[in-house]
């Protein structure tokens, strides 16, 4: 089993940049594959990035392909989301996550964060 912790988020202008954080603990995070989703009020929840257990193969969303990049330490067991050129349309909950796999649905995923508030203001 393994623990999931969000951090980084926060209120930002249009255009500007945020990495948000997600440290594992408990079982070690090298052993997951993680994912990085998303969820604004009144919308379902989104897949926004993946990245298999080595790091070596990344999946992203069509709505952050180009503005997003996910990444891994697997020695300091932390992911991160580098978010750069954040539009409004950003704005959501974003939500670390582990599994097996690193695809796009929430069903591969076992663990789950509590979350991270992300705003961007217009």
């Known amino acids: 089993q393994v623990q999931l912790v969000e951090s980084g988020g926060g209120l930002v202008q249009a255009g500007g940049s945020l990495r948000l954080s997600c440290a594992a603990s408990g079982r070690t995070a090298s052993t997951y594959a993680m994912g990085w989703f998303r969820q604004a009020p009144g919308k379902e929840r989104e897949f926004v990035a993946a990245i298999s257990r080595n790091g070596g193969n990344t999946k992203y969303g069509d709505s952050v392909k180009g503005r997003f990049t996910i990444s891994r330490d697997n020695g300091k067991n932390t992911v991160y989301l580098q978010m750069n050129s954040l539009k409004p349309e950003d704005t959501a909950l974003y939500y670390c996550?582990?599994?097996?796999?690193?695809?796009?649905?929430?069903?591969?995923?076992?663990?789950w964060g509590q979350g991270t508030q992300v705003t961007v203001s217009s």
């Open positions: 996550a582990a599994g097996g796999l690193a695809a796009g649905r929430s069903y591969n995923y076992d663990y």
